[in-house]
């Protein structure tokens, strides 16, 4: 039982690159989220989704898109990355809204 | 929205004990999380508390006040692992969401 997984670990980008970021979690959970953590802003949400096929958008979804294609996994993208994208992404995911979230150990982004 | 308030930092002594505080403002409160995030590491579930009162959990109890818009996490027998980030969360049933919005963390600093 892995809970949450995170791909990659520590990624470095140009700016106007693009990339994936893969969540995963193996607990059957419906919802799923993308957070950013930035030195004393605290985590920030950036889209959720509550179940397969949906998402929303959170507090800072500019620049950023997602997709939920199977329940077990939540991607999140960067069209064309920016040096204020320079962050850590945390995923997490809960068996219904408002419960325990349970998170992944994080993607450290440098964007160049 | 939501208004969450925490200190940004606090130091504390091995053994003794520690009260970190959360204060918030929200329209329509139903809930809040404390979580523990080590350096480097992912945040972790400590404590829910919907109800006023004490929630005790081992070394660690978590208090709320509603009318007061006020929680507060006690670390007991303080420990050098304790040093970590501590966040609170608030779930607000404001907009349907229900999806905890996170304060900015406290981090804490134990010392011998």
């Known amino acids: 039982n892995a809970g949450v997984t995170q791909t990659p670990k520590f990624r470095v980008l140009k700016t106007g690159q693009s990339m994936t970021l893969l969540c995963a979690q193996d607990m059957n959970h419906e919802y799923m989220y993308w957070y950013r953590q930035d030195p004393g802003m605290g985590l920030r949400l950036i889209h959720y989704s509550v179940g397969e096929g949906t998402t929303a958008k959170g507090e800072v979804p500019d620049g950023y898109n997602v997709s939920r294609l199977k329940k077990q996994n939540f991607l999140l993208g960067l069209e064309s990355a920016a040096p204020s994208q320079t962050s850590v992404y945390f995923c997490a995911s809960s068996y219904s809204v408002g419960e325990t979230q349970y998170f992944g150990p994080g993607t450290r982004l440098l964007v160049l | 929205g939501q208004n969450i308030d925490q200190p940004t930092e606090m130091t504390a002594t091995e053994g003794a004990i520690v009260q970190i505080n959360c204060t918030y403002q929200t329209s329509g409160f139903n809930g809040l999380f404390w979580y523990q995030q080590h350096a480097g590491e992912a945040p972790t579930f400590l404590s829910y508390?919907?109800?006023?009162g004490l929630e005790e959990k081992g070394r660690f109890s978590s208090f709320l006040s509603r009318s007061k818009g006020y929680s507060y996490l006690l670390l007991k027998e303080l420990q050098m692992k304790d040093s970590a980030s501590y966040l609170c969360a608030v779930r607000d049933q404001g907009g349907g969401s229900y999806i905890p919005t996170f304060g900015r963390g406290t981090s804490l600093i134990v010392h011998p």
């Open positions: 508390n919907v109800l006023d």
